[in-house]
């Protein structure tokens, strides 16, 4: 066998770098489902509570998808859900806040 060429029973190294953690995915999932909880829970009566709460969710789930794309971070699908969920928090306490709908 030639000096040169690789061993074929042996897997080839892995030189990257470990992929950065993301607390943000993890903040976002969090404060998300705790503004869809809320609102689950006790609708109208804590719209003022839901609102902020999702929209920190949004936020936070935004700029962790930023983050993920940008550095190749970990846990993209926990900001998605932070995401997600913080909208669907508020959505579902304006909606319930609106007698008409």
Do not use: C, Q
Not at 5 to 21: A, C, G, H, I, N
Not at 50 to 63: H, K, N, R, S, Y
């Amino acid at each position: 066998m030639n000096a040169r060429s690789p061993d074929p029973d042996t897997k080839p190294v892995d030189d990257s770098p470990p992929r950065p953690p993301n607390p943000l995915g993890n903040a976002a999932a969090a404060t998300g489902i705790a503004a869809y909880g809320a609102s689950e829970l006790w609708g109208h009566s804590v719209v003022a509570l839901v609102v902020p709460v999702g929209a920190v969710a949004i936020v936070l789930g935004i700029e962790a998808l930023l983050r993920v794309k940008r550095t190749r971070a970990e846990n993209g699908g926990l900001a998605f859900l932070g995401v997600v969920a913080g909208a669907v928090g508020i959505l579902i306490a304006v909606i319930s806040r609106n007698p008409l709908l």
